[in-house]
Each structure stands twice: as structure tokens, then as C-alpha cells.
């Protein structure tokens, strides 16, 4: 059937069979063109669609709505199967995702699909989420599963965002839960005494660099089994991890016993790019030697009624048992305890959190000091049992600290420091502090003599000079008024006159020193 022609701004209607539908075919405001079928046989419901398309033509070319908006419209009503599935592929091509990372994100978006009835990408909002989130923690997982959950759903919206299928990410509205709240395994630091037990059996089965090199330099498993020997360098005693968690390469520094352990572990020819430990050591052998050392136990395996599940038959008829690497406090022992432990010694060394930051490779000092250092009451104990005893007597505390009994004053090692510490601030600790163990010898030596007599001070405070030998006071005065107004004097002059003040005056020929010091009288007192 020949089509009805008309302008090219209205579009057309046609045809295909006789019997069929009237399809529309118009131009859109890019300049390409449309064909859709009306679903109508009635030639004036197709014509009054047509128009409704042409409008909407006219106005994204006119820019009264936003046509980039309609790519968000089309891919909202895609299968949102279809949308995991691109995603996931994506996870696939990109590095450093692991195998079961990606299994893990595929197992919870079939959850989500199953149980959520959701079918297009527009049912994906915050409430179908928090809907999906709450049913997980309703199936019993911990906190920190229903996060990784989350993340999951989350990141996948982040992608849809750069890949223009929705405009926003609106799922990042959706809280986490408190992953402290609900911790299922907590690790705690082993002793010095275990881990001599686990050395003595890992040495008789070979496996002890292994777990020295976890203890020591805080490897990861997967730090270990990258590990190569052209990462080790013995003459700078460091050791090089690529490729590890953070996707970085770190140095850390390489412990002389640990060093000495891997010589003896490497071969007589090794390749540089020679795997460290060819073998990897599994959790189930791992447990086993935790066993043999004493880190871990055995128990029988109950059904739901509590009775023990039996294994075998006829008299290989036992009850199957597993190995427990948790404590009677439920802390967990495994290969990330070993990292734990090395947060933990460095803490107890002393250490700054920075450094051992450093050593344990962390983004942040926050997460080693919260999630590998585990300090107990025998570290608290020792730190109170360091504090100084308070004294039982307050008349002496106080006349020691007003330094009320003459030379004790003097003399008080936590006095005369406070005394001297305006003074070499303000003008130099350096020339000071070397010219302060003479100054006080000489007051004491002097303070002993007969021949200092009021005259005496007085003659020093009518014309009293300081002498060029203390620099750290000569450029504070050279003329002392017999009376000191303290109030309208500098600030330095106050907080030299309230100190010790060293006078040197001409008598006799000789040279000889007067200990001065400021009183609430206004006055110096000469001793």
C-alpha cells in the first residue's frame, strides 16, 4: 500500500499488510528516523499518536524538555537481569578483582532478584534495598556481610551512573549497619610462649619461614604467595610486596631473625622470579599445626537435638569431630592473628602509631590502632604501676612546691628548672644553661659568708649592674632602681624579677655575687 505522504515535520502512517496495524514514522530532533507501531487499525487514534510523537519531537528541539533525560527513560526499562549481567562482565575485565570477589557480587544480586521480585533497572529504588538488606539480616548474617551487600548494590549503581543508565545514584542514601555492634570473629594476639610452640612444629615440617614471615613482617596470604625472591633484599634487609590490598607497592623493613630464616628456606638456585613459597599453605593444614602447638582444640560436631553426628560404619564408627581455633573467650586464632600479634608487640615496644602504621601498611592509623592492637589488663597494669607515688603529707608537698625553706628552694630539682625557664626561653637556652651550674655555685658560696651585711644589699641596689658574663640577664637591665615597679614594668621584666636574679658588684677589688630576689614587700631581699 502506497504511503500517504505529508511534510516532513508531521510524519507518516502506513501499512505493512492490509489487515495489520497503522505504523508511524516520523523524524526525531536529531534528524533520524522513527518507526512505531500505533497498535490500532482506526486511522484516527493513529494520526492522533503520530501528533503526540511530533510534539514530543518539537519540543527537545525547541529545548523545552532535555533529551539526554530519554536514554535514562530507555535503559530504566531494560531488564535489570540484563544490567547485573553487563556490570558483572565488567567486574571480569577489570584488575585486581578476584575470582570469588565476583562470585560473591553474582550470588547476592540473584538473592536480590529472587526474593525482591524486582524486573526493570526504575525498581531498583533505596526502599527495595532496605527491603533486601533487612531480609538478609533476618536470614542471620553478620553486620559486615549485609554491608559487603550493600556495597555491592551500591557500586553497581555508581556504574550505571558513568555509563549513562540513570541520571543519580540514589542507593547511597541507604545506611550501613554498626559493623562493631555485631562482630562474628574477633582475632587476638598470641603470646611469646605460643609462638614458640608454633615455630617448634612448624620448623619440624618445614613451614616455619612461613610463619615467621606472617608474624614478623605482617604478610597477608596473598602477600605471601606473591611473594618472590627478587622482592627480598637481604643487604638493605627490606622486603618489597606488590600487588598486595591496597594495590601499591610497599617496603617494609626485614627483622634479622627472619632474615636469617629465609636464608636458610632458600634453595641453592633460585630464580628471581621464583615463587617465595611454591606451596601454599591451606587453612586445613594450618589447623593442624595450630593443634600440635596447643593453639587449637578439637570438638565433636552435634546435630540440632545436640547428639553427636556419627561418621563410618561398623567399627570405623566414630563421632565426626572438628579443630576450634577459638579461645574460651571466643577470640579467633588463624594466619590473621599473626598480623595481629605484630600490631599488638609494636604497641607494646612503644612504638608511634604512625610507624606501625607504616609497618602494617594501613591507609590510616585509626585501623591499626583499633582492629591490631589488642592490649589486655596486663599491659594496662604495668602502665598504672609506672605512675608516681602521691605524697601522704600536705604540709611538706606544699612548702616543697612554694619552695618556702631557703636553700632547699634553691637546691629542689623541680623548682630550680622552673625558675630558669623564662629567662633561657626568652633569651637562649644554649648560653644560659651553660653559664646556670656556675651561677648557682656561686650564690651557695656566697650565701655562706659573713661579710654580706644590708649595707651591702643596699649598695647593690642603688647601683647594681649585671654582669657581661651571664648574657642571658645582661640584656635585660644594667641600672636597678632601689624599689622595682613591677606592675608598669615589661613583660619580660616581670618574669625575670619573680626569678633568680644575678647581681655582681665591685667590693674591694673583688668580684663576689648577691642571690636578689623579688618579695611581696616591693622590695630585694639580700642573702
Excluded at 100 to 107: F, P, V, Y
Excluded at 449 to 460: H, K, L, T
Excluded at 484 to 500: D, H, K, P, Q
Aim: aromatic fraction near 6%; glycine fraction near 6%; proline fraction near 3%.
Amino acid at each position: 500500500m502506497a504511503r500517504k505522504q505529508r511534510a516532513r515535520g508531521l510524519g507518516t502512517l502506513f501499512k505493512r499488510s492490509p489487515q495489520g496495524p497503522w505504523i508511524a514514522s516520523w523524524f526525531t530532533h536529531a534528524g533520524k528516523r522513527r518507526e512505531a507501531s500505533t497498535h490500532t487499525t482506526d486511522k484516527q487514534a493513529a494520526e492522533r499518536i503520530l501528533a503526540k510523537h511530533v510534539a514530543d519531537v518539537a519540543l527537545r528541539r525547541d529545548g523545552v524538555i532535555d533529551a539526554s533525560k530519554d536514554q535514562y527513560q530507555t535503559e530504566g526499562r531494560k531488564p535489570l537481569a540484563d544490567h547485573f549481567a553487563d556490570y558483572l562482565a565488567y567486574c571480569e575485565r577489570r584488575a585486581g578483582l578476584s575470582k570469588a570477589h565476583i562470585a560473591e557480587k553474582r550470588r547476592y544480586f540473584d538473592r536480590l532478584l529472587n526474593r525482591c521480585q524486582l524486573s526493570r533497572l526504575v525498581d531498583l529504588t533505596p526502599d527495595a534495598l532496605n527491603r533486601f538488606l533487612l531480609l538478609l539480616q533476618q536470614d542471620g548474617l553478620s553486620a559486615r556481610t549485609v554491608n559487603f551487600a550493600r556495597q555491592s548494590v551500591v557500586a553497581f549503581a555508581s556504574w550505571c551512573v558513568k555509563n549513562g543508565r540513570v541520571e543519580t545514584n540514589l542507593l547511597k542514601v541507604v545506611p550501613k549497619l554498626d559493623e562493631s555492634a555485631d562482630r562474628r570473629r574477633i582475632r587476638r594476639a598470641l603470646s611469646d610462649e605460643e609462638l614458640s610452640r608454633l615455630l617448634a612444629v612448624a620448623e619440624s615440617t618445614g613451614r616455619k619461614a612461613w610463619y615467621m614471615a606472617a608474624v614478623l613482617a605482617g604478610l597477608r596470604k596473598g602477600d605471601l604467595l606473591r611473594l618472590s625472591w627478587e622482592d627480598i633484599d637481604f643487604e638493605n634487609s627490606c622486603i618489597t610486596v606488590r600487588g598486595g590490598k591496597s594495590k601499591r607497592v610497599d617496603q617494609i623493613p626485614m627483622h634479622p631473625q627472619l632474615a636469617n630464616e629465609l636464608l636458610r628456606h632458600r634453595p641453592i638456585i633460585a630464580l628471581s622470579k621464583a615463587r617465595l613459597f611454591p606451596h601454599e599453605v591451606t587453612n586445613l593444614t594450618r589447623q593442624k599445626d595450630f593443634l600440635r602447638a596447643g593453639l587449637a582444640r578439637k570438638e565433636v560436631v552435634t546435630d540440632v537435638d545436640g547428639q553427636p553426628v556419627m561418621i563410618g560404619s561398623g567399627r570405623w564408627k566414630r563421632p565426626k569431630t572438628r579443630i576450634v581455633t577459638t579461645d574460651h573467650n571466643g577470640h579467633e586464632i588463624d594466619l590473621h592473628a599473626l598480623r595481629t600479634t605484630l600490631g599488638t608487640k609494636l604497641a607494646r615496644q612503644g612504638i608511634a602509631p604512625q610507624i606501625a602504621q607504616r609497618i602494617m601498611r594501613h591507609s590510616d592509623y585509626r585501623t591499626t590502632l583499633k582492629h591490631y592492637t589488642v592490649l589486655g589488663l596486663t599491659d594496662t597494669s604495668k602502665a598504672i604501676r609506672q605512675l608516681d607515688a602521691i605524697s601522704d603529707k600536705p604540709d611538706q608537698q606544699h612548702q616543697r612546691a612554694t619552695g618556702t625553706d631557703d636553700v632547699s628552694a634553691i637546691n629542689d630539682h623541680q623548682q630550680y628548672p622552673q625558675q630558669l625557664e623564662c629567662i633561657s626561653q626568652v633569651y637562649g637556652a644554649k648560653e644560659y644553661e651553660s653559664t646556670s651550674l656556675v651561677i648557682k655555685n656561686q650564690i651557695v658560696a656566697h650565701c655562706s659568708r659573713s661579710d654580706v651585711n644590708s649595707s651591702g644589699c643596699e649598695s647593690v641596689r642603688s647601683d647594681a649592674k649585671i654582669s657581661r658574663t651571664y648574657a642571658g640577664v645582661a640584656q635585660l637591665v644594667e641600672h636597678q632602681p632601689s624599689k622595682l615597679n613591677v606592675a608598669s614594668s615589661s613583660l619580660v621584666a616581670r618574669c625575670v624579677c619573680t626569678r633568680l636574679i644575678v647581681f655582681r658588684k665591685m667590693n674591694r677589688g673583688r668580684n663576689s655575687v648577691v642571690e636578689c630576689q623579688y618579695t611581696h614587700t616591693d622590695r630585694f631581699s639580700c642573702q
